[in-house]
Nanobody
Framework: QVQLVESGGGLVRPGGSLTLSCAAS????????MGWYRHAPGKQRELVAT???????TYADSMKGRFTISSDNAKNTVYLQMNSLKPEDTTVYYC?????????????WGQGTQVTVSS
């Protein structure tokens, strides 16, 4: 089992920055991909960024150049550095981990952290 806890959300002015953290615990050695998603009520869940256990990263086009995903394997933690934040970035951000089982793979989700961009 994998447990994920996000932190770092809050209120920021437009153009400001925030860094989100996602700490993983449990069977962390089974994780092959972690990512950040955002999901506003009434809207589709949206990919923000992913990072593999080998360090390869992907970004949604709207976030590329503003957001950076990184990981610290020693701390079992993934980060999302968000710069040049816009009001439309306001929503709940979720951390996801894909973990390998003996036969199947499993997706685990954190509870989310609220990001609000407002003047």
């Amino acid at each position: 089992q994998v447990q994920l806890v996000e932190s770092g959300g809050g209120l920021v002015r437009p153009g400001g920055s925030l860094t989100l953290s996602c700490a993983a615990s449990g069977s962390t050695l089974s994780i092959n991909v972690m990512g950040w998603y955002r999901h506003a009520p009434g809207k589709q869940r949206e990919l923000v960024a992913t990072i593999t256990d080998g360090g390869r990263t992907t970004y949604a086009d709207s976030m590329k150049g503003r957001f950076t995903i990184s990981s610290d394997n020693a701390k079992n933690t993934v980060y999302l550095q968000m710069n040049s934040l816009k009001p439309e970035d306001t929503t709940v951000y979720y951390c996801k981990a894909n973990a390998r089982g003996i036969v199947f793979t499993f997706d685990y989700w954190g509870q989310g952290t609220q990001v609000t961009v407002s003047s």
